[in-house]
């Protein structure tokens, strides 16, 4: 069973930045297909990010393109979200999500079977 966690979160003001990290345990982290959601006051799972096994795909929606960079170094079992000029309407519970039956990864949140707890990340302005 593979188990997922995140860390990094917290606050920080308006124009910031922030980068908070994903590891896998339970199972082999080169085999999964990887992604970042967030729940919000308007949405329960929002896409924010996701990257293929190799790391050499990934793809945004477009309030993150620009800002936000996700990328992983499958030899230290690590995959983060770098995120940079956040804004107030970035506060959420940030997820880590993960799927070893897909290569690509996916902006569907029921396509993940592996989620972490989240982490908090709180803008202020």
């Known amino acids: 069973q593979v188990q997922v966690s995140e860390s990094g979160g917290g606050v920080v003001q308006a124009g910031g930045s922030l980068r908070i990290s994903c590891t896998a345990s339970?199972?082999?982290?080169?085999?999964?297909?990887m992604g970042w959601f967030r729940r919000t006051p308007k949405m329960e799972r929002e896409f924010v990010a996701h990257?293929?096994?190799?790391?050499?795909?990934?793809a945004y929606p477009d309030f993150a393109k620009g800002r936000f960079s996700i990328a992983r170094d499958n030899a230290k079992g690590t995959m983060w979200l770098q995120m940079d000029n956040l804004k107030p309407d970035d506060t959420a519970i940030y997820y880590c999500?993960?799927?070893?039956?897909?290569?690509?990864?996916?902006?569907?949140?029921?396509?993940?079977?592996?989620w972490g707890h989240g982490t908090q990340v709180t803008v202020s302005s």
């Open positions: 999500a993960a799927d070893t039956g897909q290569y690509y990864g996916s902006t569907r949140p029921s396509d993940y079977a592996y």
């Open positions: 339970g199972g082999t982290f080169s085999r999964l297909a």
């Open positions: 990257i293929s096994r190799s790391g050499g795909s990934n």
